[in-house]
């Protein structure tokens, strides 16, 4: 499969803990790799390679994979977080980019 | 720290050759595969395809018959090429530089790939 698939919205209220899920086959083989995009600019890599965070990112971000399901958690959720979150890797096959539907982040 | 710039005429006629340029500073584009990805308004992220300094490439299936990337070592630029173009593919066009490599043992051994550095963003619009 080809396909990374993330549920297209999730809410949590401040300061609380949010999970955003990605699904597909790839994910057996392959560390999701995870993006912040606030309206009108640039995806940010947040989480890559397992749990890596790019420099500048907080560690309230934080991930997991379990079978094909790979996971983002944010502990301690901030207004600041309201986004959209990609996730993203190499297909099964090894030759090609895919990336989810992205998962738009509510803070309540 | 790298830092990418998308550059090229945003706005095209139906029918037309899409060009852009992505210049990369602050670090050399003969390491690395470099990435164009495509974002129509409201929409998610589409990966068109990438270059390795050597020219060797991968696309996008479904875009594959119309694109074209190269790289300019010289001018530490890679490029995007979109034959055809239709009111489909209005977006906004990012280059970004590639990142992966594996972890684990034997026994448990991972892959990882990741985009960790992404240009502002150029939009693009086809319209007659």
């Known amino acids: 499969s080809s396909e990374l698939t993330q549920d297209p919205a999730v809410s949590v209220a401040l300061g609380q803990t949010v999970r955003i899920t990605c699904q597909g086959d790839?994910?057996?083989?392959?560390?999701a790799s995870w993006y912040q995009q606030k309206p009108g600019q640039a995806p940010v890599l947040v989480i890559y390679?397992?749990?890596n965070r790019p420099s500048g990112i907080p560690d309230r971000f934080s991930a997991s994979n379990s079978g094909n399901t790979a996971s983002l958690t944010i502990t301690g959720t901030q207004a600041g977080d309201e986004a959209d979150y990609y996730c993203?890797?190499?297909?099964?096959?090894?030759?090609?980019?895919?990336f989810g539907g992205g998962t738009k982040l509510t803070v309540l | 720290q790298v830092q990418l710039q998308e550059s090229g005429p945003g706005l095209l006629r139906p029918s037309e050759t899409l060009s852009l340029t992505c210049t990369v500073s602050?670090?050399?584009?003969?390491?690395?595969?470099w990435s164009w990805i495509r974002q129509p308004a409201g929409k998610g992220l589409e990966w068109i395809g990438r270059?390795?300094?050597?020219?060797?490439?991968n696309y996008n299936p479904s875009l594959k018959a119309r694109v074209t990337l190269s790289v300019d070592t010289s001018k530490n630029q890679f490029s995007l090429k979109l034959t055809s173009v239709t009111a489909a593919d209005t977006a906004v066009y990012y280059c970004?530089?590639?990142?992966?490599?594996?972890?684990?043992?034997?026994?448990?051994?991972?892959?990882?790939?990741?985009?960790?550095?992404w240009g502002q963003g150029t939009p693009v619009t086809v319209s007659s």
């Open positions: 390679a397992k749990n």
């Open positions: 602050g670090g050399s584009i003969s390491s690395d595969y």
């Open positions: 993203n890797s190499r297909d099964s096959s090894d030759n090609h980019v895919i």
């Open positions: 270059i390795y300094n050597t020219g060797t490439t």
């Open positions: 970004a530089r590639d990142l992966s490599g594996g972890i684990g043992t034997t026994d448990t051994f991972y892959y990882y790939y990741a985009m960790d550095a």
């Open positions: 790839s994910l057996r083989r392959y560390y």
